[in-house]
């Protein structure tokens, strides 16, 4: 080998370096960046609501499913409230399961202390072959 070659491996092995540790740089830079947590937590059986806001919430109703309501009188500032779903009840008093049924629509109505409406609505990923086809411009 001629030192020509040599200065040209020597070249690549360095780039090669340089390369793999911009792109570890990266990976742990995007690790960092956090998403803040959803305010409306579903874990099992248990919905977690999470006020972040300097806000009280009051007059809250939940929905489930369009169907199913639990109520509280207010979600103070920077607070949680936890709300088991089997005290989730419909208009003639029956139950949630959330053993046998989906979950597809939650949402969180409210007044704000100013008397303006105040709403959340949990995003559900699609499931599915409706899930699948979105890259593809498929449609439900």
Known sequence: MNAMTRRVMA???????????VAALMSLAGG????????????????????RTSDEWKDVEIWLNWYYRATARSIPPHS???APLDQFVAGFGQRFDH??????????????????????????????L??????FGGTR
């Open 11 to 21: 070249s690549r092995v360095v780039s090669t370096v340089r390369v793999g540790a």
């Open 32 to 51: 960092c960046a956090r998403l803040p947590p959803d305010p409306m937590q579903l874990d099992g059986g248990l919905l977690t609501v999470d006020n």
């Open 80 to 82: 949680r409230m936890q």
């Open 99 to 128: 053993h046998r049924t989906q979950i597809k629509d939650l949402r969180l109505t409210a007044t704000l202390p100013n008397g303006k409406p105040f709403e959340l609505k949990k995003q559900f990923e699609e499931n599915g």
């Open 130 to 135: 409706a899930g699948a086809l979105k890259p």
